[in-house]
């Protein structure tokens, strides 16, 4: 009696067991249907994201002057492509085409890889990459969206170069290859953010002021022990231009004066950008742009773009001239329009 | 190295993928390697530390129960204490020696190597202390009996406690004496020592003494291997934050061969699972809504919050520190279940305490429980007078409070329990029958809420860092309330993260419920156990906060 009352509890639980393996891996892969097949078509930043190495192409194919803008989600506020397009054209008296290439929150180490992947192959370069950056988007250390990356940028050639640069540790290495294999994994805060909007009254003003302080506070806690600054992502970045013959222009972004003072450009980074033959564009004192022209104190009103779109092809444009190129640069114009 | 950390979790794979198949005995040494590994992790310098306590208790230990250490066995102690604090000690550039080493480097690795006579303080002090104890061994071995185990106990607690009380209370003492000097109109220089802390200190220290004074009582026997005596003092899953377990606990699952139990793997998974749903999704995520609140009181900008604000900012960090703890604790089960050992249970539904008795029979069971056996009850206990037996209670919560810490904050908070607990002692206090009729019902609900905010008045002592922001957030809790948009979503968000455990909580009874999965028509235990793992999968994949924090207990 009592052998068949164990075997019959053993195949309870193996049933037991059974089930909530089956159940799960059910959950997991209608979950991960959902998220590729309805959230990120929905994702207007997802959709971008796969958009860009089309996007490159096409803008190489364009006649006339290609500008790429890499940044983040200041430069989307920022730089007006249509208005920065008119007044180019107006400048140099031939048609000029503008892109931007832009993730929300990133740095450097984001964009070199956006870069890497939708331009940095043959026959695809535009004349200009234009980078926009502030406070410490050129520096090592800079936070890194892996699930966007792991998703939308990097491929299998890359895990090396990531491993030395952008992957530290363990712990974010395995986060990378779980984002690469898994979308639900990679757009795991999007789907929690998008969920807590849902859920949680005022959330989206709630994290904003939450993340603020936070950001303050861990300013104030942190002025005392800051770390140097070190520029090897900038250093490879700058290479990879070399090797690729891409004219590059470092823009530094004006942030909001009243909020604080203007962020130090750091005499190494200069002094790499320049080494390279990259340009270097200071326009941290805007003086046209007051508080009035922010909406916080890094992104610009419609107002502020207009201004700021401005002195970007005020300072920008005589650079993009024909026949002003970066100094390692021998290529010509045909050569990078040819197929 | 955290359990919330995939580096842990590689390294505990290497472990138990090797576990089962070695002998008891390599069992217990590789189970030894890999606690001084994890602990390495956090400074190898404390391994020095971790070690002359294991070396003090595992001599003090032997010495009480009467038992004679070979000369040869003390040699090789003192001569592993010696050589430990040469090792760990002085200033050895570890990085550059082994590249010397690699690249045949002759200067470089005499260069990595400390040369300076001062280098070698702490091994000249380690040398001339262990020759002490061996040349005095001999004569304590000769004592009476009763003697001889008061002196040996003697030595090892007063061994323990002045580590214990040197890297933790030093600089703190150190500061309230300047501070104590500066109130009376004399000046003295600001000094201090900058002592860093070592990870798990109170914890092992407490478990150390446990061995030697249970020994001395009579409660339970001492080993003679050296070994198992060490991996029972460093055990990794509950070194550096519990449970504490005791020597007639622990010590017997150390020394005997273990074998897998049946329902240890599932039971090791609900535990680990929903340690790490209590750590990840709800203390993670409710640490920026308290450390905010308490933040902006600290900065002096605690005008901007309202009442309600700070109430939030409580209750988030009230399930923060549950969850913190007690996730820890139930990872550490966990873990341990799959390694053949039985903890010890930490929590049991803390905040459905109706009492200040009842809270501390169901929070950090295992220090509370230290504190009664080892303190309150050779005190006096319950017995007495009042006068005596509420000295007893305020003494021991006083020593409970700075068992946390070195600040006037967590004495404060320790003194408020005792003051609780002699209130409701004071009034006859009974605790009411949730089961009862309705009167009984209503009655248990209302000594809840009641406990459960006397608990959070605490946590808000345990957390503020200076009584100015103790005075100043008391302040707006009695001021008239404003709705903010930061209570109103702070609110919803503790509910989000803290209800559903909460829940889980009442239902399974905590750690003593997983029981509950073994009853019932299979279809039904693979609907429940399907729901519950499918919401904490989810929420650990899907709701890690964006920022993992320390844990909060690590820092005691």
Sequence with gaps: MSSSTSNSDRRARVKTLLAVVLGLAALAGGLEMTTRWMLYPRSQDFVRFADYPQRAAELCNKPGLRIAFVGNSATQCGVKPEQLVRQLTDLNHQPAHAELFLADGSSLNTWHY?????????HQNPDWLVVNFFNENLQDGAALEIGRLAQFFTGPDDWDELCEFDLPDFSKRAEFVASRHSATFAARDRIKARLLFEIIPEYREFAGELNQKQFQQTKASTTKEARPATHRVLERFLDCAKRNRTNVIFVAFPTQREASTPYPLHADAERLIRASGAHLIDLRRTSELHKDHYLDEIHLTDAGAQIYTRRLVQAVGPLLLPGTRSTHLAATTSDTKSP | MNYNSLTFWALFAAVIAVYWFLSHRRQNLLLLVASYVFYGFWDYRFLFLILISTVIDYIGGLGV???QLKREK??????LIVLSSVFLCTPIHYRELFSAIREFDGSALVESLPTQASDFWIPAVVVLLTAAYGAALPWLYALPEARRRTIFLTISMVANLAILGFFKYCDFFLESTQALLGAVGLTASPFTLGIILPAGISFYTFQAMSYTIDIYRGEAEPTQDFPDFALFVCFFPHLVAGPIMRAHTLLPQVVQPRSFQPGAFQQGLILVLVGLFKKIVVADNLAPIANSVFQTYANGDGHTLTGLDVLVGVYAFAFQIYGDFSGYSSVARGISKWLGYELTINFDNPYLAVSPSDFWRRWHISLSSWLRDYLYIPLGGGRGSKAVVYRNLLLTMLLGGLWHGANWTFVVWGLYHGAILCIYRLVGWRDPDPNGNLGSR???????VLMFHLTCV????????????????????ASPWAVS????????????????M??????TGAENGLSRYEVGPWPVRAAAVGAQLAYVLFMLVIFPAEQAHEFIYFQF
């Design chain 2, 485 to 500: 948009r930061f209570a109103v979503s702070g609110a919803s968000l503790v509910g989000f993260y803290a209800l559903p």
């Design chain 2, 502 to 507: 909460f829940v889980w909580e009442w239902w």
């Design chain 2, 65 to 67: 129960a009467g038992v």
């Design chain 1, 114 to 122: 956006m870069v890497k992947q939708s331009f940095w192959r043959p």
């Design chain 2, 442 to 448: 209503l009655r248990w609900l209302g000594a809840w």
């Design chain 2, 74 to 79: 003390l040699w090789k102690l003192g001569l």
């Design chain 2, 458 to 477: 605490g946590w808000l002592l345990f957390r503020a860092d200076s009584f100015t922001v103790i005075a100043e957030m008391f302040q707006a809790l």
